[in-house]
């Protein structure tokens, strides 16, 4: 589900990336992406 969430982030981000919010976006997304590849689970 959370990977959902950053393809979403990532794709408005990439659509809107002319826009100071679509690159903040954009950014969110990869970030949140790594974040969740990283096979660390949070207490």
Known sequence: ???????????LGYVFVKKSWGRNT??????LLLFFQIPTYPI
């Open 1 to 11: 589900m959370p990977f959902n969430i950053c393809l979403i982030l990532i794709i």
């Open 26 to 31: 954009l950014l969110a997304g990869i970030v």
